[in-house]
């Protein structure tokens, strides 16, 4: 039972709010993607499939990722500030240096995480978070922002055979040095182990698992340190029969047991991993810039839609609130401004929540004191003739404190065009064959319309993307002032991760990011 325990001790020291953590403004399709996936369960795999330190092939399924984790960054080079943190790995984990079933199957449970604007490689680094807490270990913080590489990279993973020498020389070119390679391969080795089917000359004896652990405990902690220190490791890569392959050893005493006697407190070894690993992960080409630390974020607009039905414009939008622990829901209304004219009341018009749900939130959410989220919903009606602007809430926590505004950072809630809309009720989203409908705003004076959308599946590369062409669609006739075009998606055994709809009408460029195509 790591999941209580752990969460019991984290509750009461975990610090909420985080100093410089990425801030939210939207629309932004890469953190509000990467958000969902840190702390919304079931969002991509990574966030269930390893929870308590799930077994898998004899292993854990967190050990499998935070080898995966270790070996994309192992080509980094930091002379040339190539490689790193890049989903290399799905071009290379054929080769003997990254043998093993757990690699594909690892990138198999993040096939469908990406989209149009998150990549492969942000998933593998949020793996190695997970992996971690998911065994017990430390919260690790996560960056997003890595661009996910289109061909291998150089062949540098270490391996056990090698000299010290080589292994100095390959984690200086990772960008750590002698110490750091001591605790990283310390910290990755707390968890899984060595496969005798893959490494029959390493694991000579029989091992009923088949597999030889690294420590005589599954979860991420430093039990591996302490049987190396009174020498009852049973790790191969420190007591094999085959001195060659006794990489650890070499390592772990290279520095005469100095590091590793340091790692034999707790303490020292969650925050020396915690740094590390961190380090690891957010190792990647010189070219790419990482966000800022992405923490829960306090207000979440989500699911917006904004369509033509019947007279008036159908305007939907959910607000996801931190929910505060003492159990009262605040009373939360939502406001807009029209696009044009003046129709709504000086203070805006409003409406008031139409839904009030509970939305679970993930472990590493409930780590950091998220234990759930509030989900407000809101249905307003719009008038078709001025339209809408902008919106933003006001949250009133029923125990006489000033309601307070959920504005975007100050910056309001923007509908930049109401020109090309999604339109949801229109659009037909059965599995494997979809039609997307899009109107657009005037009688339909031959518009190009297109969508990127964004395809996930099983086989590699996973992810693919399609252009498709709108055309008219005259089982659609028009209405509210708008014309119907419709665009035929076959996407058998894939699955629509996003989309955005491209237009140009009388010349002027619109576009709509549609992350969900259902209103549900
Ligand atoms: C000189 C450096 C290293 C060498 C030679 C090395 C070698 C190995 C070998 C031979 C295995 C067995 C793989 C298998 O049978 O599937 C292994 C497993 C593993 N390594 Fe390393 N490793 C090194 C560094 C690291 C680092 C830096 C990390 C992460 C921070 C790491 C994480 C792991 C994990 C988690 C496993 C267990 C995988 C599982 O049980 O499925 N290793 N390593
Ligand atoms: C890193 O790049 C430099 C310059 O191209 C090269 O000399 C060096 O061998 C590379 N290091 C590794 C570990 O590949
Ligand atoms: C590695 O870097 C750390 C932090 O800068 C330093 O404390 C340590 O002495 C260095 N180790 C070696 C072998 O240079
Ligand atoms: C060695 O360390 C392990 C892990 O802490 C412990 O379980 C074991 O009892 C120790 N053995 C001896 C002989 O000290
Ligand atoms: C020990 O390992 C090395 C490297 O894999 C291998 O070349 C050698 O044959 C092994 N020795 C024995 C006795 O298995
Ligand atoms: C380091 O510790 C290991 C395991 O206890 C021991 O076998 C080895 O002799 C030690 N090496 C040094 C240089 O202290
Ligand atoms: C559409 O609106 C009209 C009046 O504006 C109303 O009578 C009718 O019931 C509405 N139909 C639906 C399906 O909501
Ligand atoms: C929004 O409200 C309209 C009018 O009351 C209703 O017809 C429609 O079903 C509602 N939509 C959703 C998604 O609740
Ligand atoms: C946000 O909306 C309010 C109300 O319409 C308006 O007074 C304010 O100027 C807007 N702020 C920005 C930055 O657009
Ligand atoms: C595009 O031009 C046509 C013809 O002038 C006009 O009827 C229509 O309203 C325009 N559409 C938009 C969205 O500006």
């Known amino acids: 039972m790591y999941h209580s325990l752990w969460l019991f001790l984290r509750l009461v020291s975990t610090a909420q709010f985080v100093l410089g953590a990425a801030v939210f403004n939207w629309p932004d399709p890469l953190l509000d993607t990467l958000e969902d996936q840190l702390y919304l369960p079931g969002i991509s795999a990574s966030s269930e499939l390893a929870l308590d330190c799930l077994a898998r092939d004899g292993s854990t399924v967190a050990a499998q990722w935070l080898r995966l984790a270790y070996h994309d960054m192992a080509n980094h080079n930091s002379t040339t500030g190539t490689g790193g943190m890049d989903a290399s790995i799905l071009f290379e984990f054929t080769r003997p240096q990254d043998i093993g079933v757990g690699m594909f199957e690892s990138l198999s449970d993040f096939a469908f995480s990406s989209n149009e604007y998150v990549g492969l490689a942000d998933s593998i680094a949020m793996g190695a978070i997970n992996a971690v807490i998911d065994c017990g270990g430390p919260v690790i913080p996560f960056r997003g ?181 003492n159990a009262r829901t605040p009373t939360i209304t939502m406001f807009w401004k029209e696009r044009t004219g003046s129709f709504c009341p000086p203070k805006g018009c409003s409406v008031g929540t139409s839904d009030d749900t509970v939305a679970d939130s993930s472990f590493l959410a409930q780590l950091k004191g998220v234990p759930f989220f509030d989900l407000f919903s809101f249905n307003a009606s719009i008038d078709l003739k001025t339209s809408i602007s902008h919106f933003w809430f006001e949250a009133n926590d029923n125990d006489g404190s000033t309601p307070f505004v959920v504005d975007n950072n100050g910056a309001n809630y923007t509908i930049h065009q109401d020109v090309v809309l999604y339109d949801p009720l229109r659009s037909d989203t059965s599995n494997p064959f979809s039609v997307l409908v899009v109107g657009v705003k005037g ?26 062409v709108f055309t008219l669609d005259p089982s659609l006739p028009p209405a509210d002032g708008y014309t119907f075009y419709s665009s035929s998606i076959s996407h058998i055994g894939q699955l629509i991760s996003s989309n955005t709809i491209h237009a140009t009408i009388n010349g002027t460029a619109y576009s709509r990011w549609v992350p969900s195509l259902d209103i549900g």
């Open 443 to 468: 009688p339909g004076s031959n518009p190009s319309v297109t969508a990127l959308t964004t395809l996930s599946g099983s086989d590699i590369p996973f992810t693919t993307s399609k252009t498709s």
């Open 145 to 325: 922002g890595r661009i996910d590489a289109t061909v291998a990279g150089p062949a540098t993973v270490p391996e056990p055979q090698q000299d010290l020498a080589s292994h100095i020389a390959s984690f200086k070119a990772q960008g750590f040095n002698q110490t750091e390679m001591i605790m990283l391969v310390a910290c990755g080795h707390s968890l899984g182990g060595v496969r005798k089917v893959d490494f029959p000359l390493i694991v000579t004896e029989n091992v009923p698992t088949g597999i030889q652990t690294f420590a005589l405990t599954v979860g991420f902690d430093n039990t591996l340190v302490h049987e190396y220190l009174n020498s009852t490791t049973e790790n191969v890569l420190v007591v094999g029969s085959n001195i060659t392959t006794r990489s650890d050893l070499r390592i772990f005493s290279s520095d005469n047991n100095v590091t590793m006697q340091r790692l034999a407190s707790s303490t020292t070894f969650n925050t020396v991993c915690a740094d590390l690993i961190g380090r690891m992960i957010d190792t990647v080409p010189s070219s790419v810039t990482l966000t800022d630390v992405i923490e829960p974020f306090n207000y979440k607009v989500t699911k917006t839609f904004l369509f033509p039905q019947n007279g008036s414009l159908t305007f939907l939008a959910s607000l996801r609130i931190i929910s505060s622990r």
